[in-house]
């Protein structure tokens, strides 16, 4: 029942910005964190910023600087503001959330977006 929907992908030119949305919705009792990963070919996924429900915020080396995550704790959404974009920052961006679906549940991070693809053309 739960669904992670994103929005705010698409093409961008070399330097120029983007903003990335991701709603979660459905089943949830509290969403303790979400974060953004990203795939790009022939790599591995990983994570470029995450966000706690406290606040608390970390971000890829490679990202640090120009790309800021925030939240909105009451419509379980998460944001990530993209600047000075880069070719390099090319890939499949995928929003992912930790949460509990029911008060007596265990907490999971195995909650994904359909994936997003940004792309900054060089």
């Known amino acids: 029942q739960v669904q992670l929907v994103e929005s705010g992908g698409g093409l961008v030119q070399f330097g120029g910005s983007l903003r990335l949305s991701c709603a979660a919705s459905g089943r949830i009792f509290r969403v303790n964190a979400m974060a953004w990963y990203r795939q790009a070919p022939g790599k591995q996924r990983e994570l470029v910023a995450g966000?706690?429900?406290?606040?608390?915020?970390n971000y890829a080396d490679s990202v640090m600087g120009r790309f800021t995550i925030s939240g909105d704790n009451g419509k379980n959404t998460v944001y990530l503001q993209m600047n000075n974009l880069k070719p390099e920052d090319t890939a499949v961006y995928y929003c992912?959330?930790?949460?509990?679906?029911?008060?007596?549940?265990?907490?999971?991070?195995?909650?994904w977006g359909q994936g997003t693809q940004v792309t900054v053309s060089s």
């Open positions: 966000l706690t429900s406290g606040g608390s915020t």
């Open positions: 992912n959330a930790q949460l509990k679906e029911t008060p007596w549940g265990h907490w999971a991070s195995d909650y």
